[in-house]
């Protein structure tokens, strides 16, 4: 019955890999996005997407790149993992952008070796 | 840059304590938001106030907005263990479909 979820909740791995986040919202929202907090607890947008359209692409490296194949998800693929990629990643979802309240995802822990 | 920043960073009260943490932000905004964060846990909507209101309750938070000096609190009375959390606010610009938060504020309630 979770309203957004995302898998998997702890990602452990070597720099350089590749990894993907997946982020699922049952919600019926048009919406959703990737923020990332840092261990300061800083929450700051990647991405977001509205109706499958991406709408918002903040000062993220290239290395990372979403994918929405339709409203209900939005996956986040990451290459050539760094070791500054460590964060927390939350993936959120709205009625409609910008303005409507955000429902989030429990976010996926990501340690980079 | 930051759009929010919560004041104090950190707060340590007791139990049936009020608790109140502010948030200051640069530009004009059509709406702001308060969030809750459990350790581990995504973040939860509280409430949210729109620009042409000051004040706003929900249970036992009451949300002010002060547009002219930019800032807001969020005042939580008779405060429990539960409410132990860190909060940030969130500020709709209207210049893009996003929400830019704050830099929160962790709340620490003891028995």
């Known amino acids: 019955d979770t309203a957004v979820s995302q898998t998997p909740k702890y990602l452990v791995t070597q720099m350089g890999n590749d990894k993907s986040i997946k982020c699922e919202q049952n919600?019926?929202?048009?919406?959703m996005y990737w923020y990332k907090q840092d261990s300061k607890k800083f929450l700051k947008i990647m991405f977001s997407y509205n109706n499958k359209e991406l709408i918002i692409n903040e000062t993220v490296p290239n290395r990372f790149s979403p994918k929405s194949p339709d409203k209900a998800h939005l996956n986040l693929h990451i290459n050539s993992l760094e070791l500054g990629d460590s964060a927390v990643y939350f993936c959120?979802?709205?009625?409609?952008?910008?303005?409507?309240?955000?429902?989030f995802g429990s976010g996926t822990q990501l340690s980079v070796l | 840059s930051q759009q929010g920043e919560e004041d104090p960073q950190a707060l340590s009260i007791q139990e049936g304590e009020n608790a109140t943490m502010n948030c200051s932000y640069k530009?004009?905004?059509?709406?702001l938001q308060w969030y809750r964060q459990n350790s581990g846990r995504g973040l939860v909507h509280l409430i949210l106030i729109r620009s042409n209101e000051r004040e706003k309750h929900s249970g036992r938070l009451r949300v002010t907005l002060d547009t002219s000096k930019k800032s807001s609190s969020l005042l939580i009375t008779a405060s429990r263990a539960a409410d132990t959390a860190s909060y940030f606010c969130?500020?709709?610009?209207?210049?893009?479909?996003?929400?830019?938060f704050g830099t929160g504020t962790r709340l620490q309630v003891t028995l």
């Open positions: 959120a979802s709205s009625q409609a952008p910008g303005r409507e309240k955000l429902f």
């Open positions: 530009t004009s905004i059509n709406n």
């Open positions: 969130a500020t709709d610009t209207g210049t893009a479909s996003k929400l830019t």
């Open positions: 919600l019926g929202h048009d919406t």
